[in-house]
């Protein structure tokens, strides 16, 4: 799961920033703006709120963000940024502290690159979707500043993924994208979110446990760490570029499985339909 | 905890720029929503720094007079359409005691067949801040149901037309919502420009007054267009009195309430906002003597206790205000 990460790197690289208990009327003020200091108590009721809350509903992408914020500490959220000090892109993108909004990317030139390319594909599944960058909830309950910009970043990167695995944004797609990140970036939230697992329909399912499954486990963990592709820089290579230098194999076109599937169900009906008018 | 939230900012974005010099110099992590709102802030002080710009709270921040307006209004619009669901959520369900009683202590209505002809007939009432139409529903339903008066009618006025929408989509599943006796206007509660003087008969404000930007204006609004022996009442959330119950209330308010919101109405700020603005309005006795000071009467015997011109409900986590027009005025 990611590169070599050895013990005494961990620790002489985490912040001393000591959990300080504190009540909730005498918070500590923010490490940055938006920036909500939560006791764990309250981490832990947030956690499970916004886990039921998300599985309700799924739409509710802040739920889901605030869930991933919310287990992210204490160990995961710090050995994801660990792991982007560990590597020269990952800490130019610290230092650089890139943003993706729909300011920083300009969509329309992005729309002009050339079928295959990163920025083309990722505006692709952007405009399917009909979203912009500008729809991910900023990071609020992470407490030290530079793990809450990596969570940022992770949250922004998102789409990129569907670009770099050309997994669809229905369900299914995005169960299997989720199985890749978890074992990529670790993220508890992500691992959590394959409960979603329980409302695909059994063919969806079987197909995630024979093909999505295990071509996300070993490509998330055998890969290099996906938090660490500067995506601005390499908007116009190739997403096969970037797939061989991550050592990610492409996943079955699940689009077109899908749509085979559909057409297959649709002729099966159109002879049953058929076959019932002959009969009378 | 009350010193203003942009010193604190301010102090750790000094943190932030200089821890900056070891890693090079770098843009100060900003989210997108935050940095609006910041702007906003910054916008309004600039502007009206040079001549001393008047400043408010904002539940514990601290803005200019000319943007509290517009920043309650961004609450309520966001708060609208759940606001009931929160308002359960938050109280546990028993702000509709605290609606029911109030109503009911007021006892609107005027039964025809008891009052004498000459009279007229049913009460003029106007609720303020009461956008999502909770009061004068059950203002209405009181006169109707237990007072025979087909006349009483309510004027809703509130200043958010989001609020006043949902109020008359509400209205539309009430028996009131044609017949002439429920009204919605927009207007400012410090500046009721549509209301004649000397013409309302009893003035409701549940939950609002610990919004508005000059409480007093409102107050002397209110005594303005209210008859001679009209009734002001106002229902407030108010100081809780027994120190352990505040304790745990306070608690329940800072952590449960905005945690509420995050989750049932994705909007943590917005609530809060409303419990600091609770912890910002003035006491019972504070409150009861802006009344006074505004020419009203106050129920009640003196001196200074429960009954003079408040009543506790919930041990104080709300109260009800009262005070009458005189006669003479």
């Known amino acids: ?280 | 905890m009350n010193a203003p939230r942009i010193a604190l900012r301010s102090f750790s974005r000094a943190q932030l720029t200089s821890k900056s010099s070891l890693l090079g110099a770098r843009i100060p992590y900003r989210c997108l929503s935050c940095s609006t709102r910041l702007a906003q802030t910054h916008q309004f002080s600039a502007q009206n720094g040079a001549d001393g710009a008047r400043t408010t709270h904002f539940g514990f921040e601290t803005i200019s007079e000319d943007s509290k307006d517009d920043r309650v209004g961004a609450v309520f619009s966001s708060v609208a359409a759940s606001y009931d669901t929160m308002n359960d959520f938050m109280s546990l369900y028993i702000h509709r005691l605290w609606k029911d009683h109030f109503v009911r202590s007021l006892n609107p209505g005027i039964n025809p067949l008891t009052s004498s002809s000459s009279e007229p007939q049913g009460m003029n009432i106007l609720d303020i801040a009461g956008g999502t139409g909770d009061i004068a529903f059950r203002l209405l339903d009181h006169a109707t149901t237990i007072h025979n008066d087909q006349t009483t009618r309510v004027t809703v006025a509130d200043i958010n037309p989001d609020m006043l929408a949902e109020g008359r989509k509400r209205s539309l599943e009430t028996p009131y919502a044609s017949t002439g006796r429920l009204n919605f206007i927009e207007t400012n509660a410090e500046k009721l420009d549509a209301i004649p003087s000397d013409s309302v008969d009893l003035y409701t404000v549940a939950f609002g007054i610990r919004n508005f930007t000059h409480k007093d204006t409102a107050i002397r609004e209110a005594f303005r267009v209210l008859k001679p022996g009209g009734i002001f009442a106002c229902l407030e959330f108010s100081k809780v009195q027994n120190q352990l119950f505040d304790a745990v209330y306070k608690r329940w308010s800072f952590s449960a309430i905005p945690l509420i919101g995050q989750i049932v109405a994705g909007d943590r700020d917005s609530y809060q906002y409303l419990v600091e603005s609770i912890e910002k309005f003035p006491s019972q006795t504070e409150f009861r003597d802006m009344i006074r000071d505004a020419g009203f009467v106050i129920p009640g015997e003196g001196p200074d206790g429960e009954g003079y011109g408040w009543e506790n409900l919930s041990g104080g986590i709300a109260a009800i205000h009262k005070g009458m027009k005189p006669i003479g005025a």
């Open chain 1, 1 to 280: 799961m990611g590169g070599p990460l050895t013990h005494s790197t961990l620790r002489s690289v985490s912040t001393s920033q000591a959990h300080r208990p504190f009540s909730v009327l005498n918070r500590p003020p923010p490490n940055y703006p938006g920036h909500v200091p939560l006791t764990s108590i309250e981490r832990l009721a947030l956690a499970i709120g916004s886990a039921i809350g998300s599985i309700r509903d799924p739409h509710r992408g802040d739920l889901i963000a605030a869930l991933a914020e919310a287990t992210a500490k204490p160990y995961f959220i710090t050995r994801l940024r660990n792991a982007m000090l560990l590597d020269p892109t990952g800490r130019r993108i610290l230092k650089d502290r890139p943003r993706i909004t729909s300011q920083t990317l300009n969509l329309e030139k992005l729309r002009q690159l050339p079928e295959g390319s990163v920025g083309r594909t990722y505006v692709k599944w952007l405009d399917r979707e009909g979203v912009t960058p500008d729809t991910r909830s900023a990071v609020r309950y992470i407490d030290d500043e530079e793990e809450a910009y990596v969570m940022q970043r992770y949250r922004e990167c998102h789409d990129f993924y569907h670009a770099l695995t050309s997994l669809p944004i229905v369900r299914e797609g995005e169960i299997a994208l989720k199985a890749f990140e978890f074992a990529n970036t670790a993220l508890p939230m992500t691992g959590l979110s394959l409960a979603a697992l329980a409302t695909l329909k059994r063919g969806e399912r079987k197909r995630f446990w024979e093909v999505y499954g295990p071509w996300a486990w070993e490509n998330g963990s055998r890969s290099k760490e996906v938090i660490n592709v500067y995506w601005e820089e390499r908007l116009e290579d190739s997403v096969e570029d970037v797939r061989r230098e991550l050592g990610i194999e492409a996943p079955p076109d699940l689009r077109e499985i899908r749509r085979r599937e559909r057409e297959e169900r649709r002729k099966a009906k159109e002879r049953e339909k058929a076959a019932k008018g002959a009969i009378v």
